[in-house]
């Protein structure tokens, strides 16, 4: 099992920035990695980011490309998303999500992954 807990959401106008951090405990094995994803009213759960913790390879969603930024901390099982020149359509519900085998499953697909956090609101206003 592992267990997800997520902090840094907030209300930012648009432009700024926001830092959210989901840290891991439990039994992490080492094909594990972390993602994000984010739910706004009314629409489906999206894929934002993802990171193996074994190569450090990252991944992202079009639509954050160049925005965004994952990264993870191997030493304290925490991972990050940086979200820069932030738009009011990323006003979202942000989760983290976990899986040991990150390299069996399609990242993309929230039903692939394993464990969830709790979830973070982000709000950009215009």
């Known amino acids: 099992q592992v267990q997800l807990g997520e902090s840094g959401g907030g209300l930012v106008q648009a432009g700024g920035s926001l830092r959210l951090s989901c840290a891991a405990s439990g039994r992490m094995f080492s094909r594990f990695g972390m993602g994000w994803f984010r739910q706004a009213p009314g629409k489906e759960r999206e894929f934002v980011a993802a990171?193996?913790?074994?190569?450090?390879?990252?991944y992202y969603a079009d639509s954050v490309k160049g925005r965004f930024t994952v990264s993870g901390d191997n030493a304290r099982n925490t991972a990050y998303l940086q979200m820069n020149s932030l738009k009011p359509e990323d006003t979202a519900v942000y989760y983290c999500?976990?899986?040991?085998?990150?390299?069996?499953?399609?990242?993309?697909?929230?039903?692939?992954?394993?464990?969830w956090g709790q979830g973070t609101q982000v709000t950009v206003s215009s």
């Open positions: 990171i193996s913790w074994s190569g450090t390879s990252t």
């Open positions: 999500a976990a899986t040991n085998f990150f390299l069996s499953i399609n990242y993309r697909r929230d039903g692939d992954w394993a464990y």
